[in-house]
């Protein structure tokens, strides 16, 4: 869909894939029990609440999750995702919490997970969607570009970063060269070498171009 890229890093880090042979250089994942007891723990103590489960690059969503996220192709809804997905539980890349009362107060909502986690897992919310994500533990965009280009036989010297979003900010932090979006929040921006302009300012074609230009100077 978007042209020659050579590797894609997904899950926030937890999956990096070679994209012509589809071949996984990196793969962490959130244990299937841990998921299924978590699950079970967080409906009886809060009814109403939502659930997405990422396996094997697909989500299998109940009602409720499409509207909380970026625009893209509608998925179809199950009524279960536990019981859609099978038992045992497999080991997947992440699970996704949402519930109407709690769409501003993501803390709120995380409260409920965390008596019920362990350390194979962090628990995540980033403020701009209204959901929390159970992903596994460690996993982050620098954590998972450090293995990419130990694979390449570059550098974090080499890896120009630009990001808007608080999971952005290991990565900001870790690359040789790093630039936040105008639009992001401050301590993304704090993250960052330098700051470029919104989306709405084409930010990262214009970083784009000035870096071809110094570049080729």
Known sequence: MVGPVDYAVCGNGSTVTHVETDRVIRRSVVPGDLTERLVQAVRNDLPGVGIAIDVDDRIVEEAGLHQRLPPRDPVPTVPDALAAIGSPVP????????????????????????????????????????????????????????????????????????????????????AGRSVAMAHARPEVRAAADAVTGSVEDDGVAVFVEALFEEVHQ
Do not use: C, T
């Open 91 to 174: 080991d997947h890349q992440r699970v996704i919490f949402f519930h109407d009362d709690f769409d501003g107060d993501l803390p709120g909502l995380a409260s409920y997970l965390e008596p019920h986690v362990d350390d194979r897992v962090d628990i995540f919310h980033a403020m701009l969607l209204p959901v929390v994500e159970v992903i596994p533990a460690g996993d982050n965009k620098a954590a998972a570009l450090a293995d990419l280009v130990a694979h390449i036989a570059i550098s974090a010297a080499d890896v120009v970063a630009v990001g808007d979003g608080v999971n952005d900010v290991e990565m900001l932090r870790w």
